[in-house]
C-alpha cells in the first residue's frame, strides 16, 4: 500500500469522528480498510461485554460464517487469549494448531482460512478487546503490517470513546455495553428485513446501511425505527 | 469463565426464592448481598412513556425510583434512552450535579451517595432498569460490576419470560445451559424474522422463540439457527408449530 492511501485512510477515520456518528457503521468500516491496507482477507472486532467474554461488534463482512466464526470466540480462541495476555497472538498456519482451539480451529479452516491474527485493543493499562485478521494463505504478517495494524485497532479504541471523553473506568464500561447493545439492534433489524423481502442476512445488512447513508441517518436509529415498526422497510 | 459467573449468580437467586417462583424482588435482593450495595429497585417500561416502580428492597431504593419517575431525569432515566449501563460513582461530583440537576440533590437527601442503574434490554427491547445505590461513594469494582450485569440480565428474562406467561425455573436445564441471555446474533437475526411472521412486537418475538426452546427442550440458538435458514416458522394463529427437526 502506498503511503498516500494509508494517509487518506487516517484522515477518513478522523473526519468520520464528528458529534453524533455512527459508532457500528464507523467499526465497520475501519474492518473494511484493515482488509485493504493490511492485504488479509476479512477482519473482525471484539469488545470486553464486562462479563468476562468477548462479543463481536463488527466484520468487514457481514457473511454469517464469518460473524459466526467471530462469536465462536466468546471464551476460547485467538481474540480472548489477545484480550488476557495484552499481547498480539499470532497463528501462521492454523492446520499445525488444532489442539489448541479444536473448535475455532476446524469453523475457520471449513471457511478457508489458513492464518489468523489478533491485535490488542488498548486503552492505557486496559484491553478493551481485540481486532482478528483472517487470510487464506499461511504465513507471519511482516513487522510493518503489525504496526499498522495495531494502529488501526488503536482508530476503533479512540472510535468507541469518542461519544464521551473517557475520564473514569465507569464512563468506559457505559460506552462497551451501549456499543454491544447497539449491535444487537442491528441484528434484529437485519431479521426484520430479511423477511419482509426474503433475502439473506448479508444482503440485508448492506440495504440497511445504503439506506442509513442515503438518508444520513445512524445505521442504529434506522435499526431501532425498523424493529419498533417506525420505519417500513 | 462466564458460564461460571451465571451459575453462581442463579444459585444466589434461586437461594432468595426458597423454592417459590423466581421473581424480580429475589433477583433484587441477591443483587444487595452479591455485589455489596446497600439496596435495589426495578423499574418496568409499561410504555413508550409510561414507566413504573416494581420492586425495591427499601424506603431509599424506593425513593430513588419515585424521584426519577417524578422529575424526569436521573440514572436510571438516562439508561432507558442510552441501552448501556449509569454509573454514578458519586452524587456530590460536580459531574453529576451538572447532568441531573434535580434529581442529584434529591436522591442525597434521602441518603444515596452512589447510583448505578443498569439496562434490562436487549437490543431495541426495552425493558425496564434495575437500581443499585450505596449511602457512600464508590464504584463497582470489575468483579462486581459482571456479576451486576449478570442480574441484570437474569430481571431481564424474568421479566420477559413473565410478560409471555411463561414462567421458567431457574434450576431449567435451559436456562443452566445457555444463560438467561445469548449474544449470539442468529438469536437477534430470528427474533426480527419472527416478529415480521407473528405480526407482533420484538419483546413478543423474542419471548415466542425462548418459549419454544423450552418447549422442545432445545437450545436457542439451535432454534434461532432454524428460523434464520427458514426450516422453522411461527404462524400467528394457535396451530402447532412445525418443528425444527421435522422440518430439517
Not at chain 1, 493499562?125 to 511482516?142: K, Q, V, Y
Request: a negative charge; proline letters at 4%; hydrophobic letters at 45%.
Amino acid at each position: 500500500m502506498s503511503e498516500r492511501q494509508l494517509a487518506e485512510v487516517f484522515v477518513e477515520m478522523a473526519d468520520t469522528l464528528v458529534d453524533d456518528f455512527d459508532l457500528i457503521d464507523f467499526l465497520h468500516r475501519l474492518t473494511v480498510r484493515c482488509v485493504e491496507l493490511l492485504e488479509v482477507t476479512a477482519a473482525g472486532l471484539l469488545l470486553s461485554d464486562d462479563r468476562g467474554a468477548l462479543q463481536m461488534v463488527a466484520a468487514s463482512t457481514e457473511q454469517t460464517r464469518l460473524l459466526e466464526l467471530l462469536q465462536l470466540q466468546t471464551d476460547t480462541g485467538p481474540c480472548p487469549e489477545c484480550f488476557h495476555t495484552g499481547r498480539a497472538v499470532t497463528v501462521t498456519d492454523l492446520a499445525t494448531t488444532a489442539g489448541r482451539w479444536p473448535q475455532f480451529v476446524a469453523a475457520a479452516s471449513q471457511i478457508g482460512f489458513a492464518s489468523v491474527h489478533a491485535l490488542p485493543m488498548r486503552l492505557r493499562t486496559e484491553i478493551i478487546g481485540a481486532l482478528n485478521l483472517f487470510d487464506t494463505r499461511p504465513g507471519a504478517l511482516s513487522a510493518d503490517t503489525i504496526r499498522l495494524g495495531q494502529a488501526l485497532a488503536d482508530v476503533a479504541t479512540i472510535g468507541l470513546l469518542q461519544t464521551r471523553a473517557i475520564s473514569r473506568r465507569e464512563t468506559l464500561a457505559e460506552q462497551l455495553q451501549t456499543a454491544l447493545n447497539t449491535r444487537v439492534i442491528i441484528e434484529q433489524a437485519k431479521g426484520v428485513v430479511a423477511e419482509r423481502r426474503q433475502i439473506d442476512m448479508d444482503q440485508s445488512f448492506v440495504l440497511l446501511r445504503t439506506l442509513a447513508r442515503s438518508t444520513n441517518r445512524r445505521l442504529s436509529d434506522l435499526s431501532r425505527a425498523v424493529v419498533e415498526g417506525s420505519e417500513v422497510f | 469463565m462466564s458460564g461460571d459467573r451465571m451459575t453462581r449468580i442463579w444459585a444466589q437467586v434461586a437461594r432468595q426464592a426458597r423454592g417459590a417462583a423466581v421473581s424480580v424482588a429475589h433477583v433484587c435482593a441477591a443483587v444487595v448481598d452479591g455485589v455489596g450495595v446497600d439496596g435495589a429497585g426495578v423499574t418496568v417500561m409499561v410504555s413508550p412513556t409510561v414507566r413504573e416502580t416494581m420492586t425495591a428492597t427499601d424506603t431509599v431504593a424506593s425513593g430513588l425510583e419515585d424521584l426519577q419517575l417524578m422529575l424526569g431525569q436521573g440514572p436510571c432515566v438516562d439508561t432507558f434512552v442510552g441501552g448501556g449501563p449509569v454509573l454514578a460513582v458519586d452524587l456530590r461530583s460536580p459531574e453529576c450535579l451538572a447532568r441531573w440537576p434535580a434529581f442529584t440533590p434529591a436522591a442525597l437527601d434521602i441518603g444515596a451517595r452512589a447510583v448505578f442503574a443498569l439496562p434490562l434490554q436487549v437490543g431495541a427491547i426495552r425493558l425496564g432498569a434495575l437500581d443499585l445505590y450505596r449511602g457512600r461513594p464508590g464504584g463497582l469494582n470489575p468483579a462486581e460490576l459482571a456479576d451486576a450485569l449478570v442480574f441484570a440480565d437474569t430481571a431481564g428474562m424474568l421479566l420477559l419470560d413473565a410478560a409471555a406467561g411463561t414462567q421458567p425455573d431457574l434450576t431449567e436445564l435451559a436456562w443452566q445451559r445457555e444463560g438467561p441471555r445469548s449474544y449470539h446474533a442468529v438469536v437477534h437475526q430470528a427474533t426480527g424474522m419472527v416478529l415480521v411472521q407473528l405480526g407482533c412486537a420484538v419483546d413478543a418475538a423474542f419471548a415466542r422463540l425462548r418459549a419454544y426452546a423450552y418447549a422442545h427442550d432445545m437450545r436457542l440458538r439451535d432454534v434461532a439457527r432454524a428460523v434464520v435458514e427458514r426450516r422453522l416458522r411461527f404462524d400467528p394463529d394457535p396451530a402447532p408449530e412445525r418443528s425444527a427437526d421435522d422440518a430439517s
